[in-house]
């Protein structure tokens, strides 16, 4: 019966079991993890544009080759998220016609603008590394086949965030010009990755839920608290200047207390209106429209194979 099933789905929960995709699950815990996993393969996607934009204008050799293997493990998260999502019982061409239509969200961060080299930095040591903190959680998180795939991406991130940092610091510890660069950026991406984790618990609908399923170990609050409690470590060794003048330590907290989130502006972009928002989807669309004669090519060469195989 259904109780039964939901009883055994329920207890599986809570004992920490991962829901595996041949598994009853109820709608909602479907519907939700379909939405969650696919925006997050389709911010791995889109994710790619803003670092393609310096591949070919890296200052030397090694940056370059650094830059082109990271922005391509990307291409490899979003294709293992795509995959997950798949095991729910949504196929690709949906989700892709759901980004390309404008359908599916992916990540506000992806709709800024990188600037200068130093973005590169920026982008890798604070939006990879917010990624980091949202995504190790995920590691335990109980839809099974999303879990796994966290794993090597989790393993990947880390370099990604490791690069971007060492960009930064040879930019803070260069001439004041790079110096100047590195915070110039650091400045512009800092409160857009504080964006990243999500609107406020109190103001995000799927928190609840999604903790109660484990989808989430973490709230929003708490993954963001944690990604301002280290960074700011980093930037000391930076040495570049926080920007935040509300930041400040609290000892009763035992965390740092930082000043207010402009929510206007997030929720802004997440409804299409930030810097890029227009160029990113143009880009996705193109590609997909572009690469129609590859599809054309493919399905004929499966259409005449099978042909050959029935004669
Ligand atoms: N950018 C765009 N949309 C966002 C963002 C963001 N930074 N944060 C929240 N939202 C959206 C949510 O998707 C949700 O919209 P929906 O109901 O239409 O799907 C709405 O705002 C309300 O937010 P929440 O109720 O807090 O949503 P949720 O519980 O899904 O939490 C979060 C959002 C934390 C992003 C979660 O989905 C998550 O952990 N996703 C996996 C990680 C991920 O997607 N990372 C992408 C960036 S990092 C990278 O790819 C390199």
Redesign the pocket.
Known sequence: TQYSFQQHFDDKIDSDNTIEAKDWMPDDYRK?LI??IS??AH??IV?MLPEGNWISRAPTLRRKAVLMAKVQD?AG?GLYLYSAAETLGISRDEMYNQLHTGKA?????FNYPTLTWADMGAVGWL??G??IM??VP?CRTSYGPYARAMVRVCKE?SFHQRQGFEIMLTLAKGTDIQRKMAQDAFNRWWWPSL?????PDAE????AN?VRWRI?RLT?DE?RQKFVDVTVEQAKVLGLDMPDKDLKWNEERGHYDFGAINWPE?YN??KGNGPCNKQRLEARRSAWEKGQWVRDAATAYAGKRAARKAA
């Open positions: 939700t939405r969650q925006q997050h911010s791995e994710g990307e998260h969200k992916y990540s506000s961060i939006v990879d917010a990624a949202n995504q995920l991130e964006m990243m984790f999500g609107p995000s609908p799927n928190t999604s989430k929003n993954l997030f972009v997440v």
